[in-house]
């Protein structure tokens, strides 16, 4: 771990990290300490797989979710460009709102977060966005909650646009890029191939598609790794033409997938989650990272981590700290009085994982309870 080196080599990693926590983005001074959370807008009802209807949760206020943020005491908030259902977040932008939009939401974010010396992140699926998938049948594998989007001429074409509009619109600090993986709904569709990606293939590899089944799985990680890297490269140079400020979060559930380990984007992100949020795979990634790069761990009910366990260790190692959920309570959470007024110990999955952070982000013991109808601590 960084922090236990000893070398020349390692102290200098270090004072560049450190470096790193100083810089100033868009909005504020890039915390010493990351504390993020993430109301998550892509699971909820209606739509035609596991996420929501566009428009759902489009009465948001972001007076109110600011001040949620603020309450627990985040210092970086993230939220949303494109949601998974493929409708913005923010009005008159180049993709489609998320119908009935009642606030132009993430710029309103972003505008007051910064009145309080707080980042705010957009985020963008790269692997899934259902309106993609509906209206572009030949560019996609259907529109599963499932990666599904092959990294083509015109994807990234669409990437580039939806990037540089909503970072030059809106004035976020940063925007998390997730599922940067390969279209795993191949495998459900009886590993054919679309046209379009048999084309890609070509493309990258710089020879003729095999045929269906007879892909070798080296060829499938070369392709997978070119492919990968490609996209990488359009979202980093959307976001660093449009403002060299602007942070690019890559999220990864496993840093081990062969497509991604030891590559680029590893090297080149600002900041790096390790989503599934264990010890073991937090280490492997810092020996994958570049110089600059701020990590960071995740509590959140589907890595079934234990938050006695991740956020002393985290904190130990100077590693930042994150946590997602979709609401529970209209388009929000609970107040804070709902997570200090119990033990942390009382509450199971993703309010257990709040309550520990609450207390974390506010400077509390873990073992604080706020007495009933009493102020929070500060």
Known sequence: MLQHRSTLSGRLVLVLAAFAGALVCAGSEVPKEIKAYDIDFNWGAGGPNGFPMPGHWADADPAAHVAWYESIGCNVIQTFCVSCNGYAWFKNGAVPEQPGLKHDFLPEMVRLAHRKNMLVFGYFCIGSNTRWGQTRPELSYGFPSEPHIPFTDEYLAYLDTAIRDAVKRTGIDGFMVDWLRQPTS????GNQWLNCEQR???????????????????QMDEYGRKAVDRCWQAIRKAAKETNPDCLVWLTCCDIHDPHIANSRALKETDWLLNEAGDTERT??????????????????????????VIVPAARKAGIGLYGFTKPTQGNLKPPVSYYLEKPASSFQGDDRNIAVLARTYRGLPQDYVQPANAAPAP
């Open 200 to 218: 890609l293939y070509a493309q990258l590899m710089g020879e003729p598609f095999p045929g269906e089944g007879k892909v070798t799985p080296a």
């Open 283 to 308: 280490e492997a990634a810092q020996k994958m990272i570049g110089p600059h790069t701020r990590l960071i761990t995740c509590l959140a009910s589907w890595n079934n981590q234990n938050p006695d």
């Open 186 to 189: 191949r495998a459900s569709n």
